[in-house]
C-alpha cells in the first residue's frame, strides 16, 4: 500500500524545514492527501487500461474488464481471454495487457520480490513490459508498495507546479536534468510529487511562492 498518512505528513515537514518556497506551499494549501493502490497484477493491468484516456472513459472500460475477468483480474484469466478489444481496449493495450500477464505468470515480473529490489531496479522489471514506461513503474511503486523517493520527472503536472514554485520555465524541466535538480529533496520525493500535484492548477500557490 502507499505512504500512510501519518508518514506522507512526516515527509512533508521535513521538506518543508529544507525548503522555505515547499513550506510557504504546505502553509497555504495544507497537505496533500495520500493516496493507495492494491499491489499486484491488476494494478498496473488498469494503468494499462487508462493511459491516455479520461478517468470516465477508463473507469467504463474497466468495469467491463471487471465484469469479463473478475473484479481483481489475474494473468491466467488474462491470458486465456480473446475479449479484450470488445471490452474496449486498443489493438495495442490488449498486446500491452497479454505481455503484462505473459511477464508475471512466467515468473519475469514477481510481485512477491519486488519490494526486495532497489527503486531502480524495480523500475527496471516493471517497465521490461511492453507499454510501462518508467512514469508508470513510479506512480506504481509509489502507490502500491508505498516508496518515498519515486519522483516522476516527466510528469507535466509536476514539471508546471514546481517551476510555479521555483520561478522557473516549465519547459526546462525534463527527466535527468529535472530529478538532479530535486536531489536536495530526497528521499522524500514522493511525498513532494503529491505535494506538486496538490498545488497543479491552485490560485493560491501564487501568493506562497
Known amino acids: 500500500m502507499g505512504l500512510s498518512q501519518q508518514q506522507l505528513n512526516d515527509d512533508l515537514d521535513a521538506l518543508a524545514r529544507r525548503d522555505p518556497s515547499f513550506a510557504k506551499a504546505l ?35 474497466w468495469q467491463r474488464v471487471q465484469a469479463g475477468l473478475g473484479e481483481v483480474p489475474t494473468p491466467e484469466a488474462v491470458l486465456a481471454t480473446t475479449q479484450l478489444r470488445e471490452w474496449g481496449l486498443s489493438g495495442r493495450k490488449a498486446e500491452y495487457a497479454k505481455d503484462l500477464a505473459a511477464h508475471v505468470a512466467t515468473g519475469a515480473l514477481d510481485f512477491a520480490l519486488l519490494p ?70 530526497s528521499p522524500y520525493r514522493s511525498a513532494a510529487a503529491l505535494m506538486m500535484w496538490h498545488c497543479y492548477g491552485s490560485t493560491t500557490l501564487e501568493a506562497s511562492a
Do not use: C, N
Request: net charge neutral.
Open 116 to 185: 526486495q529490489l532497489d527503486d531502480d531496479s524495480a523500475v527496471e522489471k516493471i517497465v521490461a513490459v511492453r507499454g510501462l514506461g518508467r512514469w508508470s513503474a513510479q506512480i506504481y511503486l509509489m502507490f502500491a508498495e508505498g516508496r518515498r523517493d519515486m519522483w516522476p520527472a516527466d510528469d507535466l503536472a509536476i514539471q508546471k507546479a514546481y517551476a510555479q514554485l521555483k520561478g522557473l520555465e516549465a519547459s526546462t524541466l525534463r527527466g535527468k536534468k529535472f530529478e538532479a535538480l530535486t536531489q536536495d529533496w
Open 27 to 61: 502553509a497555504t494549501l495544507g497537505p496533500p492527501p495520500t493516496r493507495h493502490r492494491e499491489p499486484g497484477f491488476a494494478t498496473l493491468l488498469a494503468v494499462i487500461v487508462s493511459q491516455q484516456l479520461s478517468t470516465r472513459a477508463a473507469a467504463t472500460i
